[in-house]
């Protein structure tokens, strides 16, 4: 029986919906929610209410004789999707336990369930977190004859990453490395043999990672004919969530499943595609219409968070965009004030003024935790952190750990450390147990060494780490005599770069945390004053953090835009809108880049509901000395009426940024 036979059947039996949609949507999710069968994409806007578009839909087709069992809901977290069916289950009375419903990778455990002898594997085959995976993989380096004293191939942590990326983009791991990772491209036939050993391995040992349970799901939709028309046939509804977060593994999925009736509702906002360093692709939202032919456009514009002048500058700003769905976010809320633009002198005075405007609105009866400081990139923050601390002005980061907390920063600081003070244990243990090979009874005994008497070059180490241990000694002899900033320099430049770029996944932001603790050292003449400030500053920190939970957690939030999205807040400040460093440097590169920034501006705007500043230092101090910054493109963008333009005491020339 066809759906629209059931919808019309449904209607005649004369019992009619027991929910008064027309009272509680507006016009535009009233048409999303009551549109026929068919492909359907949904525009939403920010703060348009595009979850209760989604539950309402859900109701709508329950109430109209399609069977729970055959709506299949998609979402990007097991907590949108609980949101979502648990808000259904208290407007009907039906029972919805037989509708599937939650993030890609449950519903591809629970097909996997049902058909693992389709690609191989027992049903109750295990499925392994991040470090089991990670573990695997470096049992397959041995199996594929890697040298482990080979410092510069990348560790397991970064195959994982490598191997996932692959996984996401339907693509090589040759691919990945040429794109992301370019340092590795010299052992591009190894990290493929070790990635076919680590599948091998997997399959023998009945174990899956997380991306097997959507790569396995998707390759039986698409090699297995029967199979596919009996999911086509159970999911008659597919309800997408974030659609424009998909990757090429998600999207495909989302096709494949969908694609013989083609009644796919796809809802998300083109404009808040932000995640291509994940895999996500703006197109698959954009080219959704030609995908699936017939497709009805509904638009949700009417925004219910954020004051109409907030909204005007969104809306200006994303309309410099050539590739997108046009549209118009109309504000609910009455009038306000224009959002603020301020020119500050440098780093230190960008971080003063935000600071003493966080103090002045918490005066004025403004939550602390309704405050957000959102930024580019991480390290852009560490200015505004120092000066927080100073302050005594609680906050949290939910964008990773305070500055001063990060491994790599500790890492650096305690190359410096030893080089000042060879008595300091701490330091020599941190150091000694990064090398391959090293872990605590090793430490111990090569520091049981040094307190006989031996000179840091004299040590028995294991066989793993001793070629590491003599560079990072030859870096230790570099360090003498120079100043904080050359010798942070000198460790970067070191062994020490190298080790994060084979360590971490995300290279490139931990070396952008480092070269801002280089600009950071340059006020320093003194390596132990230099030193001494990082200590003091990170049990600050610390001690700030607990007082503000002892207050009953009332903070400042820290985030990265990207951390922010979906999250909203009553005033927020976005700083450091430099060109290079908002938008990001590398990101400029290509016309996709530019126009992904510019969304991410655009999602930083409409966090906020009351009050938005944006932020731009004169000058940023850098190991070449003072630099002066040009203001962000997108800030040039905006018209002059759309903002007020701020002048702080003391910032040069404030005012001229368009």
Same mark, same amino acid.
Request: hydrophobic share 35%; proline share 4%.
């Given at each position: 029986?066809?759906?629209?036979?059931?919808?019309?059947?449904?209607?005649?039996?004369?019992?009619?919906?027991?929910?008064?949609?027309?009272?509680?949507?507006?016009?535009?999710?009233?048409?999303?929610?009551?549109?026929?069968?068919?492909?359907?994409?949904?525009?939403?806007?920010?703060?348009?209410?595009?979850?209760?578009?989604?539950?309402?839909?859900? $109701?709508? %087709?329950? *109430?109209? !004789? /399609?069977? #729970?069992? @055959?709506?299949?809901?998609?979402?990007?977290?097991?907590? &949108?999707?609980?949101?979502?069916?648990?808000?259904?289950?208290?407007?009907?009375?039906?029972?919805?336990?037989?509708?599937?419903?939650?993030?890609?990778?449950?519903?591809?455990?629970?097909?996997?369930?049902?058909?693992?002898?389709?690609?191989?594997?027992?049903?109750?085959?295990?499925?392994?977190?991040?470090?089991?995976?990670?573990?695997?993989?470096? $049992?397959? %380096?041995? *199996?594929? !004859? /890697?040298? #482990?004293? @080979?410092?510069?191939?990348?560790?397991?942590?970064?195959? &994982?990453?490598?191997?996932?990326?692959?996984?996401?983009?339907?693509?090589?791991?040759?691919?990945?490395?040429?794109?992301?990772?370019?340092?590795?491209?010299?052992?591009?036939?190894?990290?493929?043999?070790?990635?076919?050993?680590?599948?091998?391995?997997?399959?023998?040992?009945?174990?899956?990672?997380?991306?097997?349970?959507?790569?396995?799901?998707?390759?039986? %939709?698409?090699?297995? !004919?029967?199979?596919?028309?009996?999911?086509?046939?159970?999911?008659?509804?597919?309800?997408?969530?974030?659609?424009?977060?998909?990757?090429?593994?998600?999207?495909?999925?989302?096709?494949?499943?969908?694609?013989?009736?083609?009644?796919?509702?796809?809802?998300?906002?083109?404009?808040?595609?932000?995640?291509?360093?994940?895999?996500?692709?703006?197109?698959?939202?954009?080219?959704?219409?030609?995908?699936?032919?017939?497709?009805?456009?509904?638009?949700?514009?009417?925004?219910?968070?954020?004051?109409?002048?907030?909204?005007?500058?969104?809306?200006?700003?994303?309309?410099?965009?050539?590739?997108?769905?046009?549209?118009?976010?109309?504000?609910?809320?009455?009038?306000?004030?224009?959002?603020?633009?301020?020119?500050?002198?440098?780093?230190?005075?960008?971080?003063?003024?935000?600071?003493?405007?966080?103090?002045?609105l918490h005066e004025e009866g403004a939550n602390l935790s309704d405050i957000a400081i959102l930024y580019r990139a991480h390290f852009h923050a560490?200015?505004?952190?120092?000066?927080?601390?100073?302050?005594?002005?609680?906050?949290?980061?939910?964008?990773?750990?305070?500055?001063?907390?990060?491994?790599?920063?500790?890492?650096?600081?305690?190359?410096?450390?030893?080089?000042?003070?060879?008595?300091?244990?701490?330091?020599?243990?941190?150091?000694?147990?990064?090398?391959?090979?090293?872990?605590?009874?090793?430490?111990?005994?090569?520091?049981?060494?040094?307190?006989?008497?031996?000179?840091?070059?004299?040590?028995?180490?294991?066989?793993?780490?001793?070629?590491?241990?003599?560079?990072?000694?030859?870096?230790?002899?570099?360090?003498?005599?120079?100043?904080?900033?050359?010798?942070?320099?000198?460790?970067?430049?070191?062994?020490?770069?190298?080790?994060?770029?084979?360590?971490?996944?995300?290279?490139?932001?931990?070396?952008?945390?480092?070269?801002?603790?280089?600009?950071?050292?340059?006020?320093?003449?003194?390596?132990?004053?230099?030193?001494?400030?990082?200590?003091?500053?990170?049990?600050?920190?610390?001690?700030?953090?607990?007082?503000?939970?002892?207050?009953?957690?009332?903070?400042?939030?820290?985030?990265?835009?990207?951390?922010?999205?979906?999250?909203?807040?009553?005033?927020?400040?976005?700083?450091?809108?430099?060109?290079?460093?908002?938008?990001?440097?590398?990101?400029?590169?290509?016309?996709?880049?530019?126009?992904?920034?510019?969304?991410?501006?655009?999602?930083?705007?409409?966090?906020?509901?009351?009050?938005?500043?944006?932020?731009?230092?004169?000058?940023?101090?850098?190991?070449?000395?003072?630099?002066?910054?040009?203001?962000?493109?997108?800030?040039?963008?905006?018209?002059?009426?759309?903002?007020?333009?701020?002048?702080?005491?003391?910032?040069?020339?404030?005012?001229?940024?368009?």
């Amino acid at each position: 029986m066809s759906v629209e036979y059931v919808l019309r059947e449904t209607a005649r039996s004369g019992d009619g919906p027991t929910i008064d949609y027309a009272k509680e949507l507006n016009s535009e999710q009233l048409e999303a929610v009551t549109a026929p069968p068919g492909p359907m994409l949904v525009i939403a806007g920010a703060g348009s209410g595009k979850t209760r578009t989604l539950t309402y839909r859900v $109701a709508w %087709l329950v *109430e109209h !004789g /399609v069977a #729970p069992e @055959n709506i299949l809901l998609l979402t990007f977290t097991n907590k &949108a999707s609980k949101e979502m069916l648990s808000r259904v289950a208290s407007l009907l009375p039906h029972d919805l336990s037989r509708l599937w419903g939650g993030t890609f990778h449950h519903i591809g455990n629970r097909i996997l369930r049902r058909h693992a002898e389709l690609v191989g594997y027992a049903k109750d085959y295990t499925i392994l977190d991040r470090e089991d995976a990670e573990d695997l993989i470096s $049992a397959s %380096l041995g *199996e594929a !004859g /890697v040298d #482990p004293k @080979n410092k510069a191939f990348p560790k397991p942590q970064v195959l &994982a990453e490598i191997f996932s990326l692959a996984a996401n983009h339907r693509t090589t791991c040759g691919s990945i490395l040429k794109n992301q990772f370019g340092y590795f491209t010299e052992f591009e036939s190894w990290i493929t043999k070790v990635g076919e050993i680590y599948q091998r391995r997997k399959k023998e040992s009945e174990a899956m990672d997380y991306d097997d349970l959507l790569t396995l799901p998707l390759r039986l %939709l698409e090699q297995e !004919g029967e199979l596919r028309e009996r999911y086509r046939a159970r999911f008659q509804h597919v309800l997408v969530d974030e659609y424009q977060d998909t990757n090429r593994l998600q999207s495909d999925f989302v096709d494949a499943i969908g694609g013989g009736h083609h009644q796919i509702m796809a809802v998300g906002d083109d404009a808040q595609s932000i995640y291509s360093w994940r895999g996500a692709k703006v197109e698959h939202i954009l080219t959704f219409p030609q995908r699936h032919p017939g497709t009805k456009m509904v638009r949700l514009e009417t925004n219910y968070r954020s004051i109409p002048q907030i909204l005007d500058l969104a809306n200006h700003s994303i309309s410099h965009n050539p590739k997108q769905f046009p549209k118009n976010l109309k504000a609910v809320r009455e009038a306000g004030v224009k959002p603020a633009v301020v020119a500050l002198e440098d780093g230190g005075q960008q971080a003063n003024f935000v600071a003493q405007r966080i103090l002045e609105l918490h005066e004025e009866g403004a939550n602390l935790s309704d405050i957000a400081i959102l930024y580019r990139a991480h390290f852009h923050a560490m200015e505004m952190q120092l000066e927080l601390t100073r302050r005594n002005i609680p906050y949290t980061i939910t964008s990773g750990l305070r500055f001063f907390e990060q491994a790599h920063i500790k890492d650096v600081a305690a190359h410096l450390r030893l080089a000042i003070n060879p008595k300091d244990e701490v330091a020599f243990h941190r150091m000694a147990k990064l090398l391959p090979g090293v872990g605590p009874k090793s430490a111990t005994k090569m520091w049981n060494e040094v307190q006989a008497g031996k000179g840091l070059g004299q040590l028995k180490v294991p066989e793993k780490g001793a070629q590491g241990w003599s560079q990072m000694v030859q870096t230790l002899g570099q360090l003498n005599g120079k100043e904080p900033a050359e010798q942070v320099k000198i460790v970067i430049d070191g062994s020490y770069g190298d080790y994060v770029k084979t360590r971490y996944a995300n290279a490139t932001n931990r070396l952008d945390d480092l070269r801002q603790l280089e600009d950071y050292a340059n006020g320093f003449t003194d390596t132990a004053e230099f030193l001494a400030q990082l200590a003091l500053l990170g049990n600050t920190e610390t001690e700030v953090a607990g007082r503000s939970r002892e207050e009953g957690g009332e903070a400042v939030k820290l985030s990265t835009i990207h951390q922010a999205k979906g999250l909203e807040y009553g005033t927020v400040f976005v700083i450091m809108l430099c060109e290079g460093m908002f938008p990001s440097g590398r990101s400029m590169e290509t016309q996709e880049g530019e126009e992904e920034e510019r969304r991410l501006f655009y999602v930083a705007a409409t966090r906020a509901k009351d009050e938005l500043y944006l932020t731009h230092p004169r000058v940023r101090m850098g190991k070449g000395g003072d630099a002066w910054q040009t203001p962000s493109r997108f800030l040039n963008e905006l018209s002059k009426e759309l903002v007020n333009v701020w002048r702080v005491k003391g910032a040069a020339g404030t005012g001229d940024w368009s």
